[in-house]
């Protein structure tokens, strides 16, 4: 039977069909329908765990008990995983471990654009990378294969453009169930690795990764197609369709396998093509390996480092067109950037942080859009976790200066992902900055995944709920607030107080995602301007929300609206369809001039 | 050169419905027989950017996504969307037009105006354009949600697929409740 899969759903359903029935990961664009899809498989655990590092572990001690286990992250969260992932290359995996790292070319909502097949080379494990939907069920399988066969953790290296892109796959029946092999059976100088064991171990890893290279050469996913020997390519992944979308006549080293490489293989291939390219977005991987072999080859020469590929980027490079002949001419088209929903809890707050001029540093999740205008209540972000380290290091560093002004904001998943220890620290070593856990009570940004606070697991199942405020007071703060953003008076009048207060406090801005209910009628009713009232202050605008607009008279008015005392050039006006009634906008009008509908 | 690979592009913004319209597409030309690719980029909050999602088909289809230049038909949800894609189009393309304006935060914000004429900008490079009141004619079917399935109807015109495949297909991917409006709203956005 043949489906329509996106990448994700691909992997996931090969990892079902080849046995796979244990997996650990983190919610993450663009990794994250992998765990959602196969924790639909009623016979499978997933779970989500609270980081990358922790899901890594969970992996790792999962395979060492006999079990297959996939553990799924973002580019990104291979950093945090790295502790682990480092030394796992060394005990091996008892069973099979596969570890699925999205990378995010063009940063399409990301904070950096990492090319991760260089952690393949960097911790010695294979890595291997589909191109098509069809080939991510298949190549999982296969990385489960190579697990097993040379005791190795195994990559498989996904891109957004294949994860996010659909294309036709052949579904086949899940093999029978394998009897249960996990058991205990311990091995110190494999798992202890303290450095007389790991020193041996060091060596196996020479070993496997020699093995591994001979096995690269019969590997039935590298391979050569041959057509004209004018020109030759070395591809992988996405980039080989768009090369072969635009120069279906030459010939083609597909590699599955992008780490260790086939050199055999290779030096056969580039001993027959004229000209020899090599096109793989990012970091010249390939190209660097194949020029140290002593090979003459086309690579970061002529195709960018930065951004993914498309066809045209493809034909561009290696025809050397610079521009398109008939593009059309540049028009100046607004831009329209991702913006917070109407209704968003974090509207208000960010509203009140970007006024009380402070330094606010920020995280990672959907606030991290407050920094635009004219919100602007957000100073910085780094990775995952960073605000309160950052805020706390501020703090220190600016000593008197610094007093009642640095925030740090984060959002309830990423706290619990990697803000516990850091907010362990600002009691520990005394600071005096604020910080806010915004919690939506959801993984909102990728989508609303579970984590541990909300008390629901990736299966569906109720489990126990971290409270913030008791896990913050355990921790050795002394202050800890609940607001309402939803209220600004308050959230204004609890941010200063705790502002004021000497030494860490913890301010939890309590407020569900707008979209977990969306399916639930709104919350209040919706809002409409008063055009008599209204004095066009534009005050109302500072909130950056999607359904308020302003629209300027097309005329002079006959009557002076709203009583305004200067010359007034317009109104606010709010789309009816967009609002959800959460009384902000009132709340902050000064004219009274925002009411309730009918 | 290549494999006669034919593409479409749809345009606009979040919460417009537009990827469930392209798996909607995919599976009707699918079920036609051809090879389907389809690619789109999500994340990064969950409303209000531009969203596209490209669509391929043919006898083999390698790139999920189109370069600028080659796409038959660009259909675009909102208007100003259909400018910034406009490039992607081939000469002689085909451009499908909700007649929709969703203002962007600039133009919320009175920083700058929203184009005028945009079907004059986009009929001086191309001269088959079919703009569709898909608003209205959601509304007239009773269900202001429906109006992607009106963009899918004004679609089936220029698409080998045939009426019975799309029935089907629709009969697939609603709901008991909600297929009767999207069936109506299908044929309404055809005969348009």
């Known amino acids: 039977m043949k489906e329509l899969l996106s990448g994700n759903e691909a992997i996931a359903r090969g990892a079902y069909e080849c046995g796979v029935r244990f997996a650990a990961g983190y919610p993450g664009t663009p990794s994250t329908e992998i765990m959602e899809s196969f924790a639909k498989y009623k016979d499978a655990y997933a779970e989500w765990s609270p980081n990358e590092k922790v899901a890594m572990e969970v992996g790792i001690g999962a395979a060492v008990a006999g079990s297959k286990a996939m553990v799924v992250m973002k580019h990104v969260g291979v950093n945090v995983a790295a502790d682990p992932l480092f030394t796992v290359s060394y005990t091996g995996t008892n069973s099979a471990l596969v570890i699925v790292t999205a990378d995010d070319p063009s940063l399409h909502s990301s904070q950096n654009e990492q090319d991760n097949r260089n952690y393949a080379k960097f911790a010695k494990i294979p890595m291997i990378e589909p191109s098509s939907s069809q080939e991510a069920k298949d190549y999982i399988k296969l990385a489960f294969e190579i697990s097993r066969k040379f005791d190795t953790p195994v990559f498989l290296r996904t891109t957004t453009r294949l994860s996010h892109s659909k294309s036709v796959v052949e579904i086949e029946e899940p093999s029978a169930v394998e009897e249960d092999k996990t058991q205990i059976t311990p091995d110190a100088r494999k798992y202890v690795m303290v450095p007389v064991n790991a020193r041996a171990r060091r060596i196996e890893v020479e070993k496997r990764l020699d093995l591994l290279r001979n096995f690269a050469e019969e590997f039935s996913e590298n391979r050569i197609e041959w057509n004209s020997t004018d020109s030759g390519i070395i591809s992988a992944g996405m980039a080989y369709n768009y090369a072969k979308d635009v120069f279906p006549d030459f010939s083609y080293l597909k590699l599955g396998m992008v780490y260790p490489l086939p050199e055999k293989m290779i030096r056969e291939f580039a001993a027959r093509v004229k000209k020899l390219y090599i096109v793989e977005e990012l970091d010249p991987f390939i190209e660097e390996q194949v020029k140290a072999m002593g090979i003459h080859a086309i690579g970061k020469e002529v195709f960018p480092v930065t951004n993914e590929f498309d066809p045209g980027i493809v034909e561009r490079a290696i025809t050397g067109m610079a521009v398109r002949q008939d593009a059309l001419p540049a028009m100046d088209i607004p831009p329209r950037p991702p913006n917070l929903c109407p209704g968003c809890p974090h509207r208000g707050l960010f509203y009140v942080l970007g006024r009380l001029k402070v330094f606010v540093a920020g995280d990672i999740g959907c606030y991290t859009l407050s920094y635009m205008e004219p919100l602007a209540g957000l100073h910085s972000c780094i990775c995952m976790g960073a605000s309160i380290g950052m805020a706390h290091g501020m703090s220190k560093a600016l000593k008197e200066k610094g007093r009642g002004k640095v925030v740090g904001v984060i959002g309830d998943s990423t706290f619990v992902h990697s803000g516990i220890t850091s907010l362990l620290n600002t009691a520990y070593n005394k600071s005096d900055a604020v910080i806010v856990i915004c919690d939506n009570r959801t993984t909102a940004m990728t989508g609303m995944q579970d984590h541990p606070a909300t008390g629901w697991t990736l299966k569906g199942e109720k489990t126990k709920k971290l409270d913030f405020s008791v896990l913050a007071s355990a921790l050795g703060i002394d202050s800890v607030r609940i607001l309402d953003p939803g209220n600004i008076r308050e959230t204004r009048t609890i941010l200063k107080e705790e502002l004021l207060k000497e030494g860490p406090s913890v301010v939890i801005s309590s407020g569900p995602c707008i979209l977990l209910n969306a399916r639930k009628p709104a919350a209040g009713k919706r809002l409409v301007v008063d055009p008599q009232k209204c004095t066009g202050c534009r005050l109302c605008l500072g909130l950056g929300c999607p359904p308020i607009s302003w629209r300027k008279f097309q005329q002079e008015p006959e009557l002076p609206a709203g009583g305004g005392r200067r010359k007034q050039e317009g109104v606010a006006y709010i789309d009816p369809t967009l609002c959800v009634g959460c009384t902000l906008c009132r709340q902050i009008c000064s004219a009274g001039a925002i009411i309730e509908e009918e | ?192």
Not at chain 2, 68 to 84: A, M, N, P, Q
């Open chain 2, 1 to 192: 050169m290549g494999y006669n690979t034919k593409s479409i592009l749809l345009a606009g913004v979040g919460g417009q419905g537009i990827l469930r319209a392209s798996d909607i597409i995919c599976m009707a030309l699918m079920a036609s027989g051809y090879d389907v690719k389809k690619s789109e980029v999500h994340g990064m909050a969950q409303r209000g950017g531009c969203v596209t999602s490209h669509v391929r088909y043919g006898e083999k289809v390698y790139s999920p996504i189109s370069k600028k230049g080659e796409v038959d038909i660009l259909l675009s949800f909102e208007k100003l969307e259909t400018l910034r894609y406009l490039d992607f189009l081939q000469p002689g393309g085909t451009v499908i037009i909700n007649n929709e304006e969703i203002y962007p935060p600039s133009v919320n914000l009175g920083q700058v105006s929203y184009p005028e004429n945009v079907f004059e900008i986009v009929n001086r490079y191309f001269p088959e354009v079919k703009v569709v009141n898909a608003a209205d004619i959601a509304s007239k079917v009773g269900d202001f949600r429906t109006a992607n399935t009106v963009m899918i109807g004004a679609l089936s015109r220029y698409l080998e697929v045939g009426i019975v495949i799309w029935e089907r297909i629709l009969n697939k991917v609603f709901s008991e409740k909600l297929l009767k409006a999207n069936v109506e709203a299908f044929h309404l956005g055809r005969s348009a």
